[in-house]
């Protein structure tokens, strides 16, 4: 736009208006992007909560046994995680002596459950969720038992096989 001055007369030399067609499509792709970010907010606030609600299925670890020590590796009252197939997995060695084996994937949100010898007890920090030594979910957001593997002492190897 400009301001032209001839003598005492001022006039405005405004430039055409632009079309309505011009506008319209400006409005549409802000409301599609406005849209498509409304959207997208959306899903990241929902899918949390559903994988929430919905913990995740335990799928195959593709490995039916596995060593999972020594024999003289684990004291009472102590665990150690091993890999299992793809997974993590928990051998806990009682205060008794006893050998318990586990999967160590929190049936909640599938981080890395913990063998705690203070409580004994198994321990999720993710979510403060608790098992007892036999994986069945005592406290906090786990839905079901931990998978229980046996345990075989063969000479001085300390073997688990998925039942
Ligand atoms: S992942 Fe939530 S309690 Fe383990």
Sequence with gaps: MQIMTTGDAVS???????????DSSRRKLLKRFLGGGILASLGSFIYPVLRYI?????????????????????????????????????????????????????????CTVQYRKDVRQIWCAC??????????NMSGPPPRPLEQYQVHVQGDEIQVIRT
Excluded: Q, W
């Design 127 to 136: 979510h403060n969720g608790t098992y007892d030594l036999n994986g069945r």
């Design 12 to 22: 405005l030399d405004v430039p055409p208006p632009e079309t309505h067609a011009v």
């Design 54 to 110: 919905v913990p995740p299925v335990e799928t195959n670890l593709g490995v039916d046994s596995v060593v999972a020590a020594s024999a003289n590796e684990l004291k009472p009252n102590s665990a150690k995680i091993f890999r299992f197939g793809s997974r993590p997995a928990l051998l806990i060695r009682t205060a008794e002596g006893d050998y318990r084996a586990m999967s160590a994937t929190c049936t909640h949100l599938s």
